[in-house]
């Protein structure tokens, strides 16, 4: 893989890249956006209830749980 | 008409082409799809531990794959290796370069990394024979500083630097496999996808890219945020991108759609977004801000359900365990939080 050496590319060189760089992106095929939000809806959906940070989490089950300290009587 | 100014309007009309494609699939927003989703219910989370160590302004920090030891750089000069349970310093590694800005955890465990201005990457072996933490190799070519690291393997690694590439390294014989040029302004930060396939970079050109790791190529282009991108994560499901800027807000842009479907923004948060990551589910968005806070948001609803206040400056780094089960923020306070 050549590597390129970004600090002799000359302004034009830069120019030519950007072009280059968006005819290939035009190409690109496209979801429809209804279909990606299902998808993300549903793995959320799929694995919230597992979501710690969502759900929160009893005290003994928590592993950084304050460790048993002192009582005061 | 100069070749430059041809140029220009080649890349004009490029550019509204794009636009035009991305419009025709547009047919619904996140949020029209997410409306029969109850907005999940407010986000109280509790600082559960406290690191203290650093004598300085913490700039970074990383969780190891185990979701208990996690590593963090401050520009008092050193690396930590922290385990976030018992709070115990497993190893506190001192830097050649204190002006560091980021870190890494190997998915082994066996090696982290950092940089900073010293426009290197450094790989420590927390492993080694004598249980001596060195140096193993210093990656240097880039010609600005290191914005962010990441590993793929213990044989690899990406970085992000201010002289706007991102460069894939040999850590065995500290050379260049790949270079990738594009960002027409400093690489601010990375993330690997998933399956290892693919990295995104932020910059301060204000886009975001996803780059093909192996073929060396740029996939797709996100432009959106009127400010430099500063944090930039993967959706947990690896189909699409979360990032954040100096413009105030975050945003999920997915991959398929090649477009942003959601912003996080509320007019009361008015500074730059610092860090962000997705809690396991991807439900919730943690986003570290310049106003010393971090805001908790529902992913689908963009609304704000909760706050971490705790710590005294700026949060410059946040991180969720792989497992889920915790978040850590670092800051300019020199501590770092453990929240859940």
């Keep these: 893989m050549p590597v390129i050496n970004v600090e002799d590319l000359t302004d034009k060189d830069k120019a030519l890249m950007e072009v280059n760089q968006l005819k290939t992106e035009v190409k690109l095929e496209r979801w429809l956006t209804s279909k990606c939000c299902e998808e993300i ?33 | 008409m100069g070749e430059m100014e041809q140029l220009r309007k080649e890349a004009e009309s490029l550019k509204d082409q794009i636009n035009a494609a991305r419009k025709a699939v547009q047919d619904t927003t996140l949020q029209e799809a997410a409306a029969g989703v109850a907005v999940v219910g ?5 600082t559960r531990k406290t690191l203290r160590g650093h004598l300085a302004k913490i700039y970074a920090m990383h969780w190891a794959t185990d979701s208990k030891l996690c590593v963090s750089a401050s520009q008092d000069g050193k690396l930590i290796v922290w385990d976030s349970v018992t709070t115990n310093k497993v190893n506190a590694i001192p830097l050649k370069s204190s002006w560091v800005m980021t870190c890494a ?8 990394a950092c940089g900073g201005l ?8 927390l492993k080694g024979k004598d ?8 990656l240097a070519a880039h010609t600005g500083y290191l914005s962010c690291c990441r590993f793929i393997s213990d044989t690899e690694i990406i970085t992000s630097s201010g002289d706007c590439t991102c460069i894939l390294w040999d850590i065995e014989t500290g050379t260049q496999k790949t270079v990738y040029a594009g960002h027409q302004g400093d690489c601010m930060s990375l993330a690997v996808s998933p399956d290892f396939n693919f990295f995104i970079s932020g910059a ?50 997915d991959l398929r759609a090649d477009q942003e479907l959601i912003t996080y923004q509320d007019s009361s948060v008015m500074c730059g977004v610092t860090s962000l990551a997705p809690s396991l589910s991807g439900r919730l968005i943690l986003a570290g801000y310049d106003d010393f806070n971090v805001n908790i948001w529902d992913a689908l609803k963009a609304e704000r359900v909760g706050v971490l206040a705790g710590h005294d400056n700026r ?15 670092g800051s300019w306070d020199s501590f770092l939080k453990i929240w859940n």
């Excluded at chain 1, 749980?65 to 005061?72: F, L, S």
């Excluded at chain 2, 010293?118 to 072996?125: E, G």
């Design chain 2, 315 to 329: 949060v410059s780094c946040i991180g969720v365990s792989a497992d889920g089960m915790a978040c850590c923020t």
């Design chain 1, 41 to 73: 809806k549903e793995y959320i959906q799929a694995r919230v209830e597992e979501d710690t940070l969502v759900k929160g989490i009893s005290e003994e089950k928590n592993p950084f749980k304050e460790k048993g300290g002192c009582v005061i009587c």
């Design chain 2, 105 to 112: 955890y190997a998915p082994s465990g066996n090696l982290v």
């Design chain 2, 42 to 46: 407010r986000v109280q989370m509790k």
């Design chain 2, 131 to 138: 249980g001596n933490v060195k140096v193993m190799r210093e």
């Design chain 2, 118 to 125: 010293d426009n290197m990457c450094s790989i420590y072996n």
């Design chain 2, 204 to 253: 301060c050109d204000f886009t975001s890219k996803l780059w093909d790791i192996r073929e060396g190529t740029c996939r797709q282009t996100f432009p959106g945020h009127e400010s430099d991108v500063n944090a930039i994560g993967f959706f947990p499901n690896g189909n699409a991108v979360i990032t954040g800027s100096d413009d105030t807000t975050c945003k999920l842009f």
